[in-house]
């Protein structure tokens, strides 16, 4: 192979991580230790990594199910209908619609409230918010609707901007840790595995797999490379930031995370302790970097899977005018919401957790047992550990609804 196909080829298995990256890694990210304060750092750590290797088994799982079909006709829509049925089409377009419009709408809400501001703040221009709604889905939808290749560029960009925006927070505030306080546990086990709806949301990338599968030809090792990077740097930093706030903010206090929840506090007002038990300004700025260009990340890598799932289930073809009427179906319902009705969608999110567990834990070692016992297809790729693994993802994804 020629240098220069191999270097484009190393640049698009990186870009397919960043999008799985981009995609599991949101600003909700920042809200991790609020939610953990219940329990302190190391039982949060140790729910984290369980839930990580069950998200990271079925990532596998919904791989070795997408390999079994032809590129395009390889979504949800396809995957379930064709091993579990019209039901399992039906809960399949239920929990993707639901959660993926959710998440839709709530980001062009986020990020048009971050345009207004800047606009507002920086140049006084006062510009409507539903103008901002409308710039914000065009130009980043338009490179979902463009193609896969143009949100990888486009995403590459953010991600190095939102790594180093992260790098730079970490350094500033990890000298202000006090190893001291990692130590302290507090909560029971059922404040434990209360939280482990919010961090099964954390690892939320599956859907954008068969878009990956497509976009880098079904190459099996490379895909496995793929998913497994994209699942287990989220969690290494996921880790490092438990560290960082555990570390820095004290349980009981003014100024503490105990303090926080008894206000009902937010992410933000947990930010703004952090800062001001740090001393650091310019880890202010950083943080607000990175959750704002994480918005924009999880948008692109959430837009692609979903347009990428009507497109299956609609059964248009992959041309200009089946692109329009799939990118005209995957923006403006969200953005209609995230304009006229933005609390209608944010009800929605109240049931993320619930529809990750089916969609990402249950569908997918359901898929992939009926996928093995069927003679008419066989895929590419195999989850090793037979149908005892299957039984216990299945199992696990029962106990995550009933959470």
């Known amino acids: 192979m020629p240098f220069y196909c191999e270097k484009a080829m190393n640049l698009q298995r990186f870009g397919a991580m960043f999008i799985l990256m981009g ?22 750590v140790g729910l984290m990594v369980f839930v990580w290797a069950v998200m990271l088994i079925t990532g596998f799982l919904v791989l070795e199910v997408c390999l079994a079909f032809p590129e395009y006709k390889n979504n949800f829509d396809s995957m379930a209908y064709h091993t579990l049925g019209p039901i399992g089409r039906v809960v399949a377009w239920i929990t993707t619609l639901v959660l993926l419009y959710a998440l839709t709408s709530a980001y062009i809400a986020g990020d048009s409230s971050l345009l207004f501001e800047l606009f507002t703040k920086t140049w006084s221009l006062q510009i409507p918010q539903w103008v901002d709604a409308v710039a914000f889905t065009a130009v980043f939808g338009g490179a979902v609707f463009w193609s896969t290749r143009a949100v990888d560029i486009l995403n590459r960009g953010l991600m190095s901007v939102k790594g180093l925006a992260l790098v730079f927070t970490l ?46 030809k079904k190459d099996v090792v490379e895909l496995k490379r793929v998913v497994f990077w994209g699942a287990t740097i989220p969690l290494i930093i996921y880790i490092f930031w438990l560290m960082v706030v555990f570390g820095i903010i004290p349980y009981v206090g003014e100024h503490s995370l105990s303090a926080i929840r008894a206000n009902h506090g937010s992410a933000g007002m947990m930010i703004a302790t952090l800062i001001t038990v740090a001393h650091s300004h310019a880890a202010k700025v950083s943080v607000n970097i990175f959750s704002n260009v994480a918005m924009t990340t999880s948008f692109l890598g959430v837009t692609l899977g979903l347009f990428d799932f009507l497109l299956d289930a609609t059964k248009r073809e992959n041309h200009r005018r089946g692109r329009v009427q799939i990118g005209l179906l995957t923006f403006v319902p969200p953005l209609l919401f995230a304009i006229f009705y933005p609390e209608g969608f944010v009800k929605a999110l109240a049931y993320a957790g619930l529809c990750v567990a089916v969609l990402e ?13 069927s003679r008419l297809r066989t895929s590419m790729f195999r989850f090793p550990g037979g149908n005892l693994v299957l039984a216990l993802i299945f199992l696990m994804g029962v106990l995550f609804v009933f959470m």
């Open 361 to 373: 834990v249950i569908l997918p070692a359901l898929m992939a047992y009926q996928l093995r016992r």
């Open 171 to 216: 350094i500033l505030l990890m000298p202000h840790i006090d190893v001291a306080q990692l130590e302290r546990h507090q909560g029971s086990l059922t404040a434990l595995w209360a939280m482990a709806p919010v961090f099964l949301t954390s690892f939320g990338f599956h859907t954008v797999i068969p878009s990956l599968a497509n976009y880098l």
């Open 23 to 44: 995609t599991a890694i949101g600003a909700g990210m920042l809200a991790l230790p609020l939610v953990s304060s219940q329990v302190g750092f190391w039982p949060a």
